[in-house]
């Protein structure tokens, strides 16, 4: 029996309760657009074209990335459909998706983490410090002042859940690991924390933590602001860097100058998955091979001066 794709997704949704709440956001974002430009279609009338032709709108004004996330997830649904035999085959068959660049992760020099520390203020040298200790961005806006075991320097990433003055969060992958800490950011902690009242969060603005409760309490708290609570925290960090006058750089880098040191220490690859608590040494392997191809790049610059600089004049 035909249904049209929303009566089928509603079924597939029911079904797929194990789906993160991050995968479930982006695919009910590309349901709803392929429904706004295709109508309701039936299911078993979706054709490969009607694909081809949602991969190049999605494509308008989207990154390339962007893209594959949404026709990847959308590939899923129409897989899960196949295979319930609720379609004949499945238009994304022949459908590729677009090439996208891998970029070189970029890595922060002493000299410019040193400027940066003399511009920021003393909320923004701890969350330096901490994205310096390997954690990301997420899980220091996320830390709550019970995560913390200053006895013994190290923090705890947990889950949170609702509560009056937390939001839900999950932890990337589910994994729960110990972050390891200097003395020193120990003691940066600590006169933080001496400084909160009502909130536990430690690495946000009050402004900030009351307009997530209020937004939670309200039900339209999402995914997206449960990770990042500071809200426009990437203009922030932007600007920080602008008054340091250090060049455009992520604040995803500061987590990849940490791996590089830890490699350049001797830290072996599986120490340092470890570390960044990757679920794939591939992933670590990224970071990696960036900083080998660095020093293969470097050796090879100084091919030049020992064979031919010689020669001119």
Known sequence: MNQPVTQRYAEYRQIRSDLRESSTEILDRAVKWFVLLFGDLDA????????????????????????????????????WLARRRYIVSNPFEGITLYKVTQKKFAIYTPDEIKRIYAVADNLWTLILSLALCGMRISEILNLVVKDIDFENNRIKITPKKDTPETWRWDIKDYAEAYIGLDDSVTKLLI??????????????????????????????????????????????????????????????????????????????LKEIQYLLRHSSIQTTAIYVRNIDEQHLVARSGKTFAEYYASFLV
């Not at 009338?45 to 032709?53: A, L, N």
């Not at 340091?244 to 604040?251: G, N, S, T």
Request: one cysteine or more.
């Open 44 to 79: 078993e009338t979706i054709t490969y074209s009607h694909i081809d032709d949602f991969k190049k709108w999605l494509s308008n004004g989207r990154s390339r990335r962007s893209a594959n996330c949404y026709l990847g997830m959308l590939k899923s649904f129409f897989g």
């Open 191 to 268: 006169a933080r924390c001496e400084q909160l009242e009502e909130m536990p969060y430690v690495n946000l603005k009050p402004k900030f933590w009351r307009r997530n409760i209020k937004k939670r309490d309200a039900g339209c708290l999402r995914q997206r602001q449960r990770n990042n609570p500071w809200g426009n925290f990437n203009r922030d960090f932007k600007k920080l860097l602008k008054r340091a006058l250090v060049d455009d750089k992520r604040f995803h880098d500061l987590r990849g100058t940490f791996a590089t040191e830890r490699y350049k220490s001797g830290y072996g």
